[in-house]
């Protein structure tokens, strides 16, 4: 087995992890689920939103 320098190494996208655990629906409590639903409209309201071009070209880069 050969051993690579780091110098070899091009890490092209840092790896960050979540700072918060994703939400799983079964675990929220029914005001909770009020509440993400809530953030979720007012930012359709305040034109916090992308479109599907937006996202593919996002996840294209990824």
């Not at 909770?32 to 305040?46: G, I, P, R, S």
Request: zero cysteines; charged letters at 45%.
């Amino acid at each position: 087995m050969s051993k690579i320098s780091n110098d070899y190494i091009n890490l092209e996208h840092e790896v960050k992890l979540p700072s918060e655990k994703p939400l799983v629906y079964e675990d929220l409590r029914e005001e909770d689920f009020d509440h993400e639903m809530q953030k979720a409209m007012d930012d359709l309201d305040n034109g916090r939103t992308y479109t599907s071009e937006e996202v593919e070209k996002e996840l294209e880069d990824i």
